[in-house]
C-alpha cells in the first residue's frame, strides 16, 4: 500500500518548455487535488477533482490543466512553463470531498 | 486580508518545552479543523482533526477550537527534537456528502526543539 505516489520527484524546465506531473493513488479514493506550495504561502489549491470524471478550477489553476484519467490517477499540466511555475507541487487525495486529504511526497520544479 | 492567518516563526523551543502553534480566520463558515505536520522536504501529514468547539487531546498533542473567537491551537506537551518540522492549520466549510469541501491553509510555522 503505497499511497499517494507522484513522478517525477525533481525536474527543471526553462521557459516555455511544457511538461506532465503524475500522481496515483492506491486508496480508491473518490477525490484528488493539486497543490503548490511557495515559501510564505502556504499550500494553495490549483485544480481539484472530486471524483472521477469531474475537474474543477481551486485558487490559482492558471497556466496548469488536468486530466482525471481513472479514479487513481490525476495528472497536472503545464504547457508553456514559466519562472514564476517554480515551485514544490502536491498531490493529494481523500476518500470523499472534504474528508481528510492524503498527501503525497511532492514534486520540485524549477523553471528557468 | 488572507482567509486563514498562521504567525510563520520560526519558533526555536527547547526540548521538553510547551509549544503553542496559533491560527485566525476570518470565515465564520469554516466547520472543520486540520493541523497538519511537515517535515522538511517530505508532503505533509494529518495530525489532528476537530470540527467542534473545545479541545481535543491525542498524547502529547492538544487541539483547541474557539468558534467564536475565530482561533485554534495546537499545542505540544514535552516538545522532542523529533517534533522539528513545518506545521500547518488547515479548515474546510463541510466534510464528507457530495459537496465539494475544499480546504484553506495557513502559512504553516517552522518549529525547531533542539536538545
Known amino acids: 500500500n503505497a499511497g499517494v505516489t507522484q513522478t517525477p520527484k525533481f525536474q527543471v524546465l526553462k521557459t516555455g518548455q511544457s511538461m506532465t506531473l503524475q500522481c496515483a493513488q492506491d486508496?480508491?479514493?473518490?477525490?484528488m487535488y493539486w497543490y503548490r506550495q511557495d515559501p510564505g504561502m502556504g499550500l494553495r489549491l490549483i485544480y481539484y477533482s472530486a471524483s472521477e470524471g469531474t475537474t474543477d478550477k481551486g485558487e490559482v489553476p492558471n497556466g496548469y490543466n488536468v486530466s482525471r484519467l481513472n479514479k487513481r490517477e490525476f495528472s497536472l499540466r503545464l504547457e508553456s512553463a514559466a519562472p514564476s511555475q517554480t515551485s514544490v507541487y502536491f498531490c493529494?487525495?481523500?476518500?470523499?470531498?472534504?474528508?481528510?486529504?492524503?498527501f503525497g511526497p511532492g514534486t520540485r520544479l524549477l523553471v528557468l | 486580508q488572507k482567509e486563514v492567518e498562521q504567525d510563520p516563526g520560526p519558533l526555536s523551543v527547547p526540548e521538553g518545552a510547551i509549544v503553542s502553534l496559533n491560527c485566525t480566520y476570518s470565515?465564520?463558515?469554516?466547520?472543520?479543523f486540520m493541523w497538519y505536520r511537515q517535515y522538511s522536504r517530505k508532503g505533509p501529514e494529518l495530525l489532528m482533526y476537530t470540527y467542534s468547539s473545545g479541545n481535543k487531546e491525542d498524547g502529547r498533542f492538544t487541539a483547541q477550537v474557539d468558534k467564536s473567537s475565530k482561533y485554534i491551537s495546537l499545542f505540544i506537551r514535552d516538545s522532542q527534537p523529533s517534533d522539528s518540522a513545518t506545521y500547518l492549520c488547515a479548515m474546510t466549510t463541510n466534510a464528507g456528502g457530495t459537496s465539494y469541501g475544499k480546504l484553506t491553509f495557513g502559512q504553516g510555522t517552522i518549529l525547531t526543539v533542539h536538545p
Open positions: 486508496m480508491n479514493h473518490n477525490s
Open positions: 470565515n465564520s463558515a469554516f466547520q472543520y
Open positions: 493529494a487525495s481523500s476518500g470523499k470531498a472534504g474528508e481528510t486529504q492524503y
